[in-house]
């Protein structure tokens, strides 16, 4: 199957969880790709000593899933693109959307 996994938040547990859900998906057989959107841009800050969430995101990437990270949404944090998250519009978003046969949203 195909997933797409949209993050929109930036409270650790939560990302963390979505990487781990997209993870397991991954050892399942799915393909899977996530979508950062709005606070969810900044995951790789979110860090915690419960949730190691950078850890997650890289293992997730290891496991052969893509990130994409809101070009616009990076902007207004006056951030940018970096190895693990690079920079997307709402083209890929969209493409996420009606290339997955499942769309879930964290």
Do not use: H
Not at 20 to 42: C, M, N, P, S, W
Not at 52 to 74: D, N, P, R, S
Not at 85 to 103: F, N
């Amino acid at each position: 199957m195909k997933l797409g996994i949209v993050i929109y938040s930036n409270d650790p547990e939560t990302v963390w969880n979505a990487f781990r859900y997209g993870a397991f998906a991954i050892k399942e057989g799915d393909q899977v790709k996530v979508f950062l959107t709005g606070k969810g841009v900044e995951a790789e800050a979110l860090d915690t000593d419960k949730f190691a969430v950078t850890q997650q995101m890289k293992g997730f990437v290891e496991l052969g899933g893509k990130i994409y990270a809101c070009g616009t949404c990076l902007k207004i944090r006056s951030a940018g693109p970096t190895e693990v998250c690079p920079l997307a519009g709402m083209k890929d978003l969209r493409a996420i959307i009606t290339e997955s046969d499942r769309v879930i949203t964290f």
